[in-house]
DNA sequence: AAAACCCTTCGCCGCGCAGCGAACTGTCCG
DNA sequence: CGGACAGTTCGCTGCGCGGCGAAGGGTTTT
């Protein structure tokens, strides 16, 4: 019998510290040792060992730039991974407690490379309300049409191996939002657009005035609630 | 931040008793404690512990039936995330060397409701070179054609909002191959037919040589040495 | 040069857990 | 009824590893 060697990667997910880390780390940004010590509430001695070994499971790679260590997921395909454990793995009721609490905080965000959260379901939604976006065969398949320029999107002349647009099931809603190299367009626009803006110390994305009309003006979308304060 | 809960997964797949465990499961096929203890070479005891872990972590079901326990996956979904998982899991170098001895003894085998190995790489590809079917978008789209009814898939009149033949990276090859709702049909009709039959004891399937003449008359492929002994 | 800072290595403590032997429950069979 | 067998529970042992404090190597700032 092939076994895969499943007990090295699980080892590398089975502790809460380092999962933690790797929530963090889906947000597809590179952060340094201290900044992951803390999100997992740990010393950075301890952080540094759990890195080491995120590292030699080839779940993180770490880049050196002056006296700081940047670490950041090995590629899409651990996040996609991770997503799909995510989709079986039981949730947190004590961090849905919180979100709750935090609001806005969990509304906007990005995964890996790619929105996520309430706006980005909301707006895949609309992509298939409005026929600009297909579900078949469980996967998405992009209709030409004008918006996509105004979201920053060119599609791709054929069709290639890769999906363009992956479906991607979003950890607190459970429901299917744009990834692959369409949703990381899309973010890369929004973000160069001013749509939306990376919170300075907080984690999350927020949602900016101009972002929230052009929504409106291209989909038809009402963000209510979803504008950070 | 909402962090799913990884670690429970995790824990559940950290150790190598209870991958090897999981791994004699994704066969698809219902097992009893001692098998599987034997299978990840502990006693009964320890096999024990680590199935009522799993059970808890919602990877596996078991069903008492007489003074036996079955034990089998939860469902489609934990399979298919255990593949996903395998994907970016280093192979085991070890079980590898052993698969090259064995020889055919992972030629053909299941994947929990479909055929998997070797054989059903090939099919696969016989497939996708007839035009049956399409790879698009990382998706498997099936085409009309007679074949198809001799190998006992019906396809559906509209396509569902689920894959009907979902593409499943192989552990060994790392190719695609067809997984499913069409997986499973092929794979009911093999063994319905008896073009494929399970081993008395020993793990995986063997192709029989009414087998080896279908699959040549329908598909015009070749299972030069993928016939069991 | 000294101070501040980031990260890592080392050594230690303590918990958690895999593993087994022994004993117990429940089921099937003669 | 009594033996055989599957599975589980209990108690124990030993290893592994997460955690931190202390100390050391590098880099940036003053």
Redesign the pocket.
């Known amino acids: 019998m092939i076994t895969p060697r499943f007990d090295i990667l699980g080892?590398a997910i089975s502790?809460a510290?380092r999962t933690q880390m790797l929530c963090e780390l889906m947000e597809g940004r590179a952060y340094?040792?201290?900044e992951l010590a803390a999100a997992a509430g740990?010393?950075?001695?301890?952080a540094?060992?759990?890195?080491?070994?995120l590292q030699d499971a080839g779940l993180v790679v770490?880049e050196k730039r002056?006296?700081?260590?940047y670490h950041r997921l090995a590629g899409a395909e651990v996040a996609h991974a991770l997503e799909q454990l995510a989709a079986i793995a039981p949730a947190d009721s004590l961090h849905r407690a919180q979100q709750r609490k935090a609001g806005d905080l969990a509304q906007v965000r990005s995964c890996y490379d790619h929105l996520a959260g309430p706006l980005a379901v909301a707006m895949t939604r609309a992509f298939l309300d409005r026929g600009m976006l297909q579900e078949e065969h469980g996967a998405f398949r992009a209709v030409p049409a004008g918006e996509w320029l105004k979201l920053g999107v060119i599609l791709p002349e054929k069709p290639g191996r890769q999906p363009f647009a992956r479906p991607c099931l979003d950890w607190t809603e459970r429901k299917l939002h744009v990834a692959g190299p369409m949703g990381r367009l899309i973010l890369d626009h929004a973000l160069g657009s001013g749509w939306v803006k990376r919170h300075r110390h907080k984690r999350g994305l927020m949602l900016t005035t101009p972002g929230t009309r052009a929504l409106e003006q291209i989909l038809d979308l009402s963000c209510g609630g979803l504008v950070a304060a």
């Open positions: 080892q502790d510290s340094t040792n201290k740990v010393t950075p001695q301890t540094s060992a759990h890195l080491r070994l770490a002056g006296r700081c260590v």
